[in-house]
């Protein structure tokens, strides 16, 4: 939970601030506060999706298309690229309806949109996000072992 949760929020930091700014053309205190008002709507939607919809759907294919025989590698791999694009197609969606309301050009604006945000997910994910979460994991999971040594 603690992995799909540092994930999410970095996700959802970047692209709510990307798009925003995209938006607005400029950073300013009236921009950030944009993003600070839709930040909450933004991670609530991607925590329940990842968790309740997305992130089976992936573990899924994943487990359909590798083996015992696959590496670590190829299954994170597959599980990055279905998740991200399950989410952008949602998140795209949801992020025009939390920013604009709903309106007559949200379609429109989907399709042109999402297949940029998809790209930049997919690289920050697997360049960047994912990486730093794993190896944030990796110094708790040491912490904890360095803490149960003790201990004993």
Do not use: C
């Amino acid at each position: 939970m603690l992995y799909g949760s540092l994930i999410v929020t970095m996700t959802v930091l970047l692209m709510t601030s990307y798009s925003v700014l995209l938006y607005t053309n400029h950073l300013t205190m009236d921009t950030l506060w944009i993003i600070l008002k839709i930040m909450p709507v933004m991670w609530i939607s991607a925590m329940v999706l990842e968790a309740a919809v997305f992130g089976r759907i992936a573990e899924s294919l994943t487990a359909k298309l590798t083996n015992t025989s696959s590496s670590f590698h190829q299954k994170i791999l597959l599980r990055i690229v279905f998740t991200v694009i399950g989410m952008s197609v949602a998140m795209t969606f949801i992020g025009d309806m939390a920013a604009n309301g709903f309106h007559g050009e949200i379609f429109s604006n989907w399709l042109a949109n999402w297949p940029r945000n998809f790209l930049i997910v997919l690289m920050a994910e697997s360049l960047l996000i994912q990486p730093l979460a794993r190896l944030a994991m990796v110094k708790l999971h040491a912490a904890q072992d360095r803490k149960a040594a003790i201990a004993q």
